[in-house]
């Protein structure tokens, strides 16, 4: 019996990466990554048996290849600089978070890929005034309303070895003598690991969680600010923590959302100062999976 053909658009990023390393490990899975640059992807992966093809959601075009005999799909697509949004090369969360997900569904239906599974975001909600939280939740009714069987993930922050969240914290503790907490430090967050999120796309595709969708955060619910001292704990490095105002993150970012290349966003500074607890429960009582405590998962940041 030929293996079954997973497809993974996003394949090449940060949390792709960790999804399609999870699935090659399954024998009867054959992993395909969807790519802009299959020479460049293979270089970050080298996941024996992982096949490399172009697929790229801005172009239509390539997809039909690209998801020929596929079973299932996974979305993982995220633009690059991701919550900054860069209009004028096309990175929005209106272009690649809803529009992708459009697009890799009608490219999903052409090919005749039964399966979909979307990596959302713990605060998706279309009726949301952020972009950001609107073009998950558009995302999503797309996807319920596709007739396609398909499995929603909503994750807090993912975190592991090779993301740049809580590897860039980590690093600016390490070299700043102070450090800039955004707001009030007490929105709430759930850290996941990337590799129980992976687990659970696995458990997925292998037929576990059909047509749900599923909150997934660690088993730890913290505010920022502990958030902070967990990482300097596991670092090594511990700081002077002090808090910017959201308004005066707003209106820095206002300024610097303008400039060729966005550093920095007022969508950014709401995206990072919102809250993005999860509830597990339907999660855990589907997947059964035991998930990894921050300080557990964090340990690699002693290294840093």
Sequence with gaps: MPAKIVAIAGGSGFIGRAIARRLAAIGEIKVRVLTRNPDAAYERLKVPGVEFVRGD???PATLKNSLAAASAIVDAVQFD???????????TFERVDYGGAVTLI???????VAQFVYISGASADEYSAHPGFCAKGRAERAIRDSGLTYTIFRPSLI???EDKV?????????FAPVFGVPGTGKQWVQPVLVDDL????????SGRGRNQTYEIGGPDLMTFDQLMHVIMDASGHRRLLFHIPEPVMRGVGALLE???????SRDAVTFVTADNACDNQLLLKEFGITLTPARVGMAYLSKK
């Design 166 to 174: 809580v590897n860039g914290l980590a690093r600016a503790i390490r």
């Design 198 to 205: 992976a687990a659970c796309v696995a458990l997925a595709v």
């Design 159 to 161: 975190y592991g070895p």
């Design 81 to 91: 600089g991701y919550p900054i949004e860069d209009p004028r090369r096309g990175l």
């Design 106 to 112: 009608e490219a999903a239906k052409q090919a005749g």
């Design 57 to 59: 959601i801005a172009d």
């Design 258 to 264: 303008k400039l060729p290349k966005p550093l920095l």
